[in-house]
């Protein structure tokens, strides 16, 4: 059985400030990582796809980091806004495997 | 982007009747879609695959007869929850893939899940 984590569980900043979270996965049979948002009442969203050990995706203020050798990935946000409040998903992919999802960080960001 | 729609969004039935779901994907065909279930403070986690004209494959532990899937066309894949009872009241959320790029690219768009209770 695959174990993904993310930490941490749930996070408050305010508004402006800076922050960053971990997803952990297997480091062995490294397919791809994924980074979804999901907002209350809503789809998640995707954000990044990463392949490659060393990648780095942008995305506005949002932008995310690969390292398969040591089976992690960070995300992060640069001057956080309220609206990027929401639960961010990472999802695992070793070959041949369908997504292993993570439990979530739920980001509150305080005005 | 890839846009995916889930209906009813909420449903509230009686024990022992039976509920479906709907997902489509409304802006590209989608040869494979995926139904997923959450408890609460838990992550996804994947009951079935669902694939266009063929029989879907379910994970360890997720009952066939109890969670019914159809995959008729490349848009619309149907999840029937059968003689439902209180222990399947969860969040039951689809998604479907859609390639862009590389095969080891694609990602999978979801919809925005249907919350179910089961009185």
Known sequence: ???????????????????????????????????YRWETAKSPEALFVMTLNGDEKKKGRISATLNTKEGYSYLYIKGSQPEDSATYLCAFRNYGQNFVFGPGTRLSVLP | GAVVSQHPSWVICKS??????????????????????????????????????????????????????????????????????????????????????????ETQYFGPGTRLLVL
Not at chain 1, 3 to 17: A, I, M, T, Y
Not at chain 1, 29 to 35: E, G, I, R, V
Not at chain 2, 39 to 46: H, N, R, V
Not at chain 2, 67 to 83: E, Y
């Open chain 2, 16 to 105: 022992g009747t039976s509920v479906k779901i709907e997902c489509r994907s409304l802006d590209f065909q989608a040869t494979t879609m995926f139904w997923y279930r959450q408890f609460p403070k838990q992550s996804l986690m994947l009951m079935a695959t669902s694939n266009e004209g063929s029989k879907a494959t379910y994970e360890q532990g997720v009952e066939k007869d109890k969670f019914l899937i159809n995959h008729a066309s490349l848009t619309l894949s149907t999840l029937t929850v059968t003689s439902a009872h209180p222990e399947d009241s969860s969040f039951y959320i689809c998604s479907a893939r859609e390639l862009s790029g590389t095969r080891r690219e």
């Open chain 1, 1 to 35: 059985i695959l174990n993904v984590e993310q930490s941490p569980q749930s996070l408050h900043v305010q508004e402006g400030d800076s922050t960053n979270f971990t997803c952990s996965f297997p480091s062995s049979n490294f397919y791809a990582l994924h980074w």
